[in-house]
């Protein structure tokens, strides 16, 4: 356990368009400790996926990555591309929400799983392939030895999921990076995916990224969460911390605004009114302020400050020590 | 399922099933999407319908409006037989009868401004006159919340949101009773949902609107609905009210199902029990006999493989499809306890060792 696996320093993510620089991702920095789950929580449009499609350094053109991210005493941003492809797929892998987008569709899934082993470790062809099978044993695919040769479009969505995170592990990567893995599945199929990832996890101690828009996946799953809105980081805390006592008036909302099906609610859910803002045309102040219930005229005017309201709970917000202290509570139903 | 007064939808063993034929020479399959379901809906309450894609929940309610033709069984509409209704005596009826869908994009014509989208339904039924219509399309546009100044604009200048919310002002142009939503908010971003929600329930105060909402999201129908089903590869295998199947779930499946919900709570996650389901949904070309759960179900015993379980009531106003249970002995656990003699098909494989008939799943008819 030394030093992180991965530490990120104020990394800038934008795209030069016709109407002028768009700040996809703006200022986000963390430390991710060996062996650790962090969810990094956001809406549509909030730079989530960004952020982390950023740490693979697979932005596309004309996006700039800006700032340091530092995978193992490794500055990936300083690496040349072929370097940078001996670490993407071997020590860190990236799993997404939709499992075809990332599967050749006219490939069996033999020649998509051994590819990557053949490449990064030098396997032979039937060494590859018997790791493969082993890889699919190991995420639940029943009958591995046989499906091994179908194509991805004779998996289910769950099992294609599968798929690809087999794809993802055979390497054995230290970090995996997990792009709202489970959204496009149902429950019970989420529910085995998460409990693949975390079976993983335990057995071979690989560090998590898991990027979600789900509140409770990320509370079953993470140790530290980042919550994003408009490029930024709002909020940072451990999973217990934010839950307990959030400090940013956006997560208070998102929080809020979710039915916890274990309470009896009598009558309207909170809302956040309004609608996120536009990333190609942000405020002056605080791109939340318009739909804030805590927000004041300073709000508007400038940029708020990332505030420690505790250890390692940090709030980006110019009332964060008064909202963390519950000073002004969230009204009952929203703005 | 019986209210005391008379219901405003009434479904009687509604049946919608596909002919997937393979050509010539290939065996011709029926798909049975929804499979004799029964429901009532009082006026004024909304009904929950929940289920894993590929269940048949949207057929179901697509089949209702008859925007998807059932093959078999009635929907009673203030006790008329909306099935047995011609095309144009079934278009009048549509008045009453409204849908709300999933996805904003498509179900809103992309050439037209928000202003025509909005005013075709009420032309179409000539329900208001030329003067008229302008000042009840705004009216109807402020009611879903969004400004007068929105007419003139096309629905790809707006956000999911606001399309929605088009899309609401566009059903309820036409003064409808009755509105399937189907996945109202699924395509919706976390901090909009909750907006869809209030607005569709003030709604329903408002007006004294009638719903059936579709959704895999059980927390938002725990929320939403008054009752809810549980729908599971075309047949209704659970309901009771939003509260006690959340809180007291009978059937198997919708215990499964509830468990995998995730919490918004990182201690009560971490305390959770979850029951992993095994496999995905079976194909629906190809449903296994007897009870169509039981090749996931961690209860299911030899009789689960040919008996198929009707829906029946297990505690009052609670309904759930099980062999395993039953008013005197509503708990499973407990059961499977008790009846630990009975052989469970996953302890011992797929060859039955009893005497019982076996059926070959796998080789239905």
Do not use: W
Not at chain 1, 132 to 140: F, Q, S
Not at chain 1, 257 to 274: H, K, N, V
């Amino acid at each position: 356990m030394d030093g992180p696996i991965l530490s990120v320093n104020d990394l800038k993510t934008t795209f030069q368009t016709a109407n002028g620089i768009v700040r996809v991702v703006d200022g986000v920095s963390y430390a991710l400790r060996r062996g650790e789950t962090l969810g990094i929580v956001g809406e549509s449009g909030s730079g989530k996926s960004a952020a982390s499609l950023s740490l693979m350094r697979l932005v596309p053109e004309p996006g700039l990555i800006e700032g340091s991210i530092t995978f193992d005493g490794t500055d990936l941003l300083s690496l040349s591309a072929s370097e940078m492809r001996k670490i993407r797929g071997r020590r860190m892998a990236m799993i997404f929400q939709d499992p075809t987008a990332s599967l050749n569709p006219y490939l069996k899934v033999s020649t998509q799983l051994t590819e990557i082993t053949r490449l990064h470790r030098g396997y032979g062809r039937v060494e590859a392939r018997s790791h493969a099978v082993e890889m699919l044993r190991t995420v639940g695919i029943p009958d591995p030895e046989r499906r091994i040769d179908d194509h991805p479009h004779e998996f289910s969505g769950g099992m294609r999921q599968r798929v690809m995170i087999a794809m993802a592990l055979s390497c054995g990567p230290e970090l995996l990076i997990a792009d709202e893995p489970t959204t496009a599945l149902d429950v019970t199929i989420q529910a085995q995916v998460l409990d693949l990832i975390r079976e993983l996890k335990e057995r071979s101690g690989t560090s998590v990224i898991l990027v979600t828009h789900d509140l409770g996946v990320v509370a079953g799953m993470a140790d530290n969460v980042i919550v994003m809105y408009a490029g930024r980081v709002f909020e940072q805390a451990s999973t217990r911390d934010l839950f307990a006592r959030a400090a940013n008036p956006y997560s208070i909302g998102l929080l809020k605004s979710m039915p916890d099906p274990a309470r009896e609610i009598s009558g309207p859910l909170y809302q956040i009114p309004g609608l996120p803002p536009d990333a190609a045309n942000l405020p002056i102040g605080c791109p939340f302020a318009e739909r804030c219930y805590r927000a004041e005229e300073i709000c508007r005017r400038e940029a708020p400050p990332f505030i420690e309201v505790a250890p390692e709970h940090y709030s980006l917000c110019h009332f964060a020590a008064d909202v963390y202290a519950g000073h002004t509570p969230a009204p009952e139903f929203g703005l | 399922m019986t209210t005391d007064q008379e219901p405003l939808i009434s479904i009687r063993g509604l049946t919608v099933s596909y002919s997937s034929g393979r050509g010539l020479i290939g065996k011709r399959h029926t798909v049975k999407a929804v499979d004799g379901v029964s429901l009532d809906i009082a006026e004024g309450e909304t009904l929950g319908l929940v289920g894993e894609s590929g269940c048949g929940k949207s057929t179901l309610g697509r089949a209702v409006l008859r925007l998807t033709e059932p093959t078999g069984g009635e929907v009673l509409f203030r006790g008329r037989n909306l099935a047995e209704l011609s095309n144009s005596a079934m278009r009048a009826e549509r008045k009453g009868l409204q849908m709300i869908f999933q996805d904003p994009y498509g179900s809103l014509n992309p050439r037209m401004t928000v202003r025509q989208i909005i005013e075709e339904p009420i032309r179409a039924f000539r329900l208001a006159g030329c003067s008229d219509i302008g000042a009840r399309v705004r009216e109807l546009l402020e009611t879903v919340g969004l400004a007068s100044g929105h007419l003139d604009r096309y629905p790809s200048e707006f956000s999911g949101g606001q399309r929605q919310r088009i899309g609401i002002a566009r059903a309820l142009a036409v003064e409808p009773e009755f509105i399937v939503a189907d996945e109202p908010i699924s395509a919706l971003d976390v901090s909009i949902q909750a907006q869809i929600i209030n607005l569709l329930k003030r709604l329903q105060a408002e007006k004294g609107l009638t719903y059936l909402f579709i959704s895999h999201d059980l927390r938002a129908v725990r929320h939403v609905a008054d009752r809810a089903a549980v729908m599971y590869l075309g047949r209704i295998v659970e309901i009771a009210s939003g509260r006690e199947v959340y809180s007291d779930p009978l059937m198997p499946y919708t215990k499964a199902l509830i468990s995998a919900v995730p919490l918004p709570d990182p201690n009560a996650e971490a305390r959770r029990q979850r029951i992993v389901l095994k496999g995905d949904l079976p194909s629906p070309i190809d449903p296994p006999t007897g009870c169509p759960f039981h090749t996931r179900c961690p209860y299911a015993i030899n009789d689960c493989r040919y008996v198929v379980p009707q829906l029946v009531e297990i505690k009052p106003k609670h309904h759930a499809a099980c062999i395993r249970i039953n008013p005197e002995n509503p708990d499973i656990d407990t059961n499977a306890k008790a009846e630990s003699g009975a052989t469970s098909i996953f302890e011992h494989g797929s060859s039955g060792s009893n005497g019982s008939i076996r059926i070959d799943p796998s080789k239905s008819a």
